[in-house]
């Protein structure tokens, strides 16, 4: 299962850290996440030498989301050396997401 952040540990785990790292903007209230969580759980798993995968509770983390402008969720925000490189909105099958990865590494 993927990391679940808080706000204070987004600046070392995402901004810091040098290389690829994918992050699950979410919300537990959210069907469309709830497809999303065992896609990206298992991605993480199989990329895990390669990439991390993290994720943000928007409803516990607001000050990310509001940053991030998510206004939707799922928003999956693929980040390199702390940049964000691209985002994907809405519920990605897994060979879409693991091409979408694997494009950045």
Do not use: H
């Not at 290389?19 to 065992?38: H, I, R």
């Amino acid at each position: 299962m993927a990391k679940v952040i808080k706000t204070n540990e987004f600046e070392n785990l995402v901004e810091n850290k040098e290389g690829v790292v994918v992050v699950d903007f979410f919300a537990t209230w959210c069907g469309p996440c709830k497809m999303l969580s065992p896609v990206f759980s298992s991605l993480g798993e199989e990329m895990k030498f390669k990439t991390d995968f993290l994720k943000v509770d928007i409803d516990e983390s607001e000050i990310l989301a509001r940053r991030f402008k998510v206004n939707t969720v799922p928003t999956v925000i693929i980040f390199e050396n702390g940049q964000e490189m691209d985002r994907l909105i809405g519920f990605i099958p897994k060979e879409n997401l693991k091409e979408k990865v694997e494009s950045y590494l």
